[in-house]
């Protein structure tokens, strides 16, 4: 650790209290904002993940310049000047409360939303948020200066800081979410900040004070600790840049690749956290030697089964070496970090880099990724690159062990060219050499370079082989998620192998089509004839002739081989990239061939159906998913009241709730309830094996009972009414709670 210290005569503990809290509380208002905010934006983008990544962006770069602020306050101005300037801010930025979204807040619907949330953003909560930003390198800044006896070592105040970044975000989730609406949040957000402005005010009394009455020792200055050399700062600029990039990135894969599981993106980011609390804290010097022994260690277990044989394993033991190797990742770099820590003098220095390259880690996840990737591959980058941060780096030279993973390289590249096709058991034999080469990688454990160009050696061909087993026909990457179209191979009725091809978003299922000639306008999947999709149009066959029907979620677009010639259906899908692949005869035909009467409108759902007229539908179908989660705007009592009023007096409204971790017929059941509706379930089990036509779940609600009559006495399927759940709080615009409705 590069800090000089020496003799100070102050003790008292309540200044450390005082600086403390404050950062406590800046860092819990921060963290409290920030899924605050998304939540309020996430009705605007269908729910997709990429708002929160989008999100964390913006966060970054006002982080990043309320670091640039207060290392500019801190080393241009005295320290009264830098109160009185840091008092005009705050009082500015107190004309953004309460937050709220600008007026006419509406996304384009034809191109890329990200430059328009980032807008948004920074216009509803940017100076609030800067002032809040600017608080941790700020105080500890003034902290070095009030003269108590650890004012040379003022490290350990960002502990607090991160503390109260981690106890936020767990709270948020499980206590104020499932307490507290969105309009409650806010209220106490702006009462949390104006205590936050006082606590500043204290200390910056205590900071006037101590110059005033010290300003005679300030002739006696300790000698000026070294220049910072250009390396250093590149050095803490990847130490930085790595774990940021890999947060997103790890976060991006596991609700892609391993589970759509809601709120799991708290865990990562929870972990990053801690690494802050634990490398800044008095044990550091202890845990880091630890945790870089243990790094390769995890690291061939994490790379044989997590990616070279992500089958092996169930999907929640894959998850937990992901983040058991993505913390020991980060602890090795923030360690480095931490065990790098200038003088006081460049304190707001070293915080300003790691902003810096926090901020670029994420805008090179969200802006540059997702345009030169089709998957999450970024991740997997910056996986090798982590292990090339780790400590020995340097005194590594260039020789036969570094060349080991090169040579390597060039072999499997060349069987991989040379080989038109490869067989099943060649693949198979090239997994089993990849998992003995994660083996080998342990023994590369003290040479950083080798060890890092061996696994990305082992990644490369392991994305590549799990390519080829897939047979990905297409994947292509947008805000929304990751998109794959696959090609499957089936028994058909008379056992004979029958290709199909299927749609993915992530690792969900989102529709699938038989290639043979007459069973290209069969639908498949969740919208089967067996199914109650099947079951609902056969029993109203002889009425809906002339029905306009809304479909909500394209998928392949199976749904629309229901259609009639006198129907006329509205398809709403909030991404262009569904569209493009529903379209593309080469992977899907539904469209071609069913399509009759139809018009296609690009747009989050419910921002489009309220710019419909009242009463226009006879059917309207809600199938809209992100990966395997419905968008929870979509889920309101207020959204369930706009569908209504679009729907004729004898409309249906039909609603798509399988999923495999959330209950989302309590929601609908308490709406029946509340809205006096009639409501009937079904989750649908196929009797006997079909091919392509699986367990769904889907709920049907109309105003009238008699209207779904018909539904319930066919002996077409298992239709119930939906029973009433106890102890249910609605679901408003101002009010969600996925904990509540976990399975």
Not at 491 to 502: A, Q, S, W
Not at 551 to 567: D, F, S, T
Request: aromatic share 12%.
């Amino acid at each position: 650790m590069n800090v000089k210290t020496h003799q100070s005569s102050d003790r008292n503990l309540t200044l450390i209290f005082l600086f403390a809290g404050t950062l406590f509380i800046s860092a819990t208002l921060m963290f409290v904002l920030q899924p605050m905010f998304g939540k309020i934006l996430l009705p605007f983008l269908g729910g997709s993940p990429a708002v929160w990544n989008t999100c964390m962006v913006f966060y970054q770069t006002i982080l990043f310049l309320g670091y640039l602020y207060a290392h500019y306050l801190s080393s241009k101005f005295n320290p009264h000047r830098q109160i009185l300037i840091h008092a005009v801010v705050i009082a500015i930025s107190i004309i953004a409360l309460p937050l709220a979204l600008p007026e006419n807040t509406v996304p384009p619907t034809e191109s890329n939303p990200t430059l328009w949330l980032i807008w948004t953003l920074f216009i509803a909560v940017g100076l609030p948020f800067f002032v809040v930003s600017t608080t941790s390198p700020l105080l500890q800044k003034w902290f070095a200066g009030v003269g108590h006896h650890t004012s040379e070592d003022p490290y350990y105040l960002y502990v607090a800081s991160n503390a109260g970044s981690m106890i936020a975000l767990l709270s948020y989730p499980f206590l104020l979410e499932p307490n507290i609406g969105l309009l409650e949040q806010k209220s106490f957000w702006s009462f949390g900040y104006g205590l936050l402005c006082l606590l500043i005010f204290a200390c910056a009394i205590i900071l006037w004070r101590s110059q005033q009455t010290n300003i005679t020792d300030n002739s006696s200055a300790i000698e000026d600790p070294e220049e910072l050399s250009l390396t250093t700062k590149l050095h803490w600029l990847v130490l930085a840049f790595v774990p940021s990039s890999l947060l997103l990135g790890l976060t991006n894969f596991i609700s892609t690749d391993i589970a759509s599981v809601p709120l799991l993106w708290i865990i990562p980011l929870t972990l990053y956290l801690l690494t802050f609390i634990l490398v800044f804290s008095k044990w550091a010097d202890k845990i880091h030697p630890i945790m870089v022994s243990l790094q390769p260690i995890v690291l061939l277990p994490f790379i044989a089964y997590s990616f070279v044989d992500p089958a092996a394993l169930p999907y929640w033991l894959n998850l937990v070496l992901h983040l058991i190797a993505f913390f020991l990742a980060v602890m090795v770099c923030h360690g480095e970090l931490a065990k790098n820590r200038p003088h006081t003098k460049y304190l707001t220095t070293f915080y300003l880099i790691m902003s810096f390259a926090g901020m670029l880690g994420g805008m090179f996840n969200t802006f540059v990724a997702p345009f030169i990737f089709n998957a999450v591959y970024e991740y997997p980058i910056m996986i090798v690159a982590a292990l090339l941060l780790r400590p020995g780096i340097s005194s590594q030279k260039p020789g036969l062990q570094t060349l080991f993973p090169i040579i390597l390289l060039c072999l499997g590249l060349s069987v991989y060219l040379l080989i038109d096709k490869l067989s099943q058991s060649l693949i198979y034999s090239a997994t089993n050499a990849l998992i003995l080469l994660a083996g080998v990688c342990y023994a590369f454990r003290s040479r950083p370079i080798s060890l890092a160009l061996l696994s990305g050696v082992i990644l490369f061909f392991t994305l590549s082989i799990q390519n080829l087993i897939s047979n990905t026909l297409y994947q292509e990457r947008s805000f929304f998620g990751v998109f794959s179209v696959r090609e499957s191979v089936l028994l058909d009725e008379n056992n004979n192998p029958e290709k199909y091809h299927e749609l993915f978003h992530g690792t969900t299922k989102h529709g699938a089509q038989r290639l043979a000639a007459h069973l290209q306008t069969t639908p498949l999947t969740y919208y089967s004839r067996p199914g109650p999709m099947g079951q609902l149009f056969s029993v109203y066959e002889n009425q809906d002739q002339n029905w306009e029907i809304g479909v909500v979620g394209l998928g392949a677009g199976a749904l629309v081989c229901y259609a009639k010639e006198q129907q006329h259906w509205t398809l709403y899908e909030i991404d262009p990239l569904v569209i493009d692949i529903a379209e593309n005869p080469k992977y899907f035909t539904y469209l071609q061939h069913c399509s009759k009467n139809t018009t296609m409108k690009v747009g989050d759902a419910r921002l489009s159906l309220a710019k419909e007229k009242n009463n226009k539908f006879d059917l309207l179908i809600m199938d809209a998913f992100s990966s395997d989660s419905v968008p929870t705007h979509l889920l309101t009592r207020e959204a369930i009241e706009l569908y209504f009023t679009k729907l004729k007096p004898n409309g249906i409204l039909a609603f798509h709730i399988t999923n495999r971790h959330l209950a989302l017929k309590k929601v609908f059941a308490d709406h029946a309830h509340y809205l006096k509706l009639s409501a009937l379930i079904q989750e649908f089990k196929p009797e006997k094996k079909i091919p392509l036509v699986i367990a769904t779940d889907w709920v049907v609600m109309s105003k009238k009972a008699e209207i779904l009559a018909p539904l319930r006495q066919s002996r077409l399927g298992n239709w119930q009414k939906l029973p009433l759940y106890f102890g249910m709080k609605p679901w408003t615009d101002d009010f969600t709670n996925i904990i509540g409705i976990w399975k």
